[in-house]
């Protein structure tokens, strides 16, 4: 079974929104990634947290994370039409990384 | 520098058949993964290659699919007899140390049994 799980499933929003996706996983982690994937094909690497890092930033991206509710949320800010894709996250424990299914952002003009 | 290559980007077979995919990680990366994504779904993973250990093949679906990696370098997943439930996109990582940094992935191969 995946160890991540993101949701929502599907996320619609209008250009300029902003946009939070959540990620649920089930044991305990050395870190965890977003990862950002367009058109079924190679992930690119967003962001990565730290398992005693509560926040991160990166440009608009924001990550969290809550250890003791097993969860992260990634809020990207003022989206822009070309964020379309999907975002997965991705836990590290042990020396495997699991991904989840993913969350499919939509970001209309 | 060059990223993670994989070949061939798609490859079309009849059920039954063997394939090759190829993997060509970022140069002086020790870590290299296999993963299979389906359509629509998350990403499965298949194998895990660190140095000169032994693989973590844990992933692997069946005695069907086997990979290696030479010189520590270049990586082929292999399918043989291939099946219908095969069709995926073969996604190749590599990383510069396990675990604890990024992978970088490349393109993908879409595998299509037919």
């Known amino acids: 079974s995946q160890q991540g799980e993101e949701d929502p499933q599907a996320l619609s929003i209008q250009e300029g929104e902003n946009a939070t996706m959540n990620c649920s996983y089930k044991t305990s982690i050395n870190n965890l990634q977003w990862y950002r994937q367009n058109s079924g094909r190679g992930l690119v690497h967003l962001i990565l947290?730290?398992?005693?890092?509560r926040e991160k930033h990166s440009g608009r991206l924001r990550v969290t994370l809550d250890t003791s509710k097993k969860s992260s949320s990634l809020l990207i800010t003022a989206s822009r039409a070309a964020d379309t894709a999907s975002y997965f996250c991705a836990t590290t424990s042990g020396s495997r990384l699991t991904f989840g299914e993913g969350t499919q952002l939509t970001v209309n003009p | 520098g060059a990223g993670v290559s994989q070949s061939p980007s798609n490859k079309v077979t009849e059920k039954g058949k063997d394939v090759e995919l190829r993997c060509d990680p970022i140069s002086g990366h020790t870590a290299l993964y296999w993963y299979r994504q389906s359509l629509g779904q998350g990403l499965e993973f298949l194998i895990y290659?660190?140095?000169?250990?032994?693989?973590?093949k844990s992933g692997l679906p069946s005695d069907r699919f086997s990979a290696e990696r030479t010189g520590g370098s270049v990586s082929t997943l292999t399918i043989q007899r291939t099946q219908q439930e095969d069709s995926a996109v073969y996604l190749c990582a590599s990383s510069p140390v396990l675990l604890n940094y990024e992978q970088y992935f490349g393109p993908g191969t879409r595998l299509t049994v037919t």
């Open positions: 947290i730290r398992s005693n890092e």
């Open positions: 290659f660190q140095g000169n250990s032994a693989p973590d």
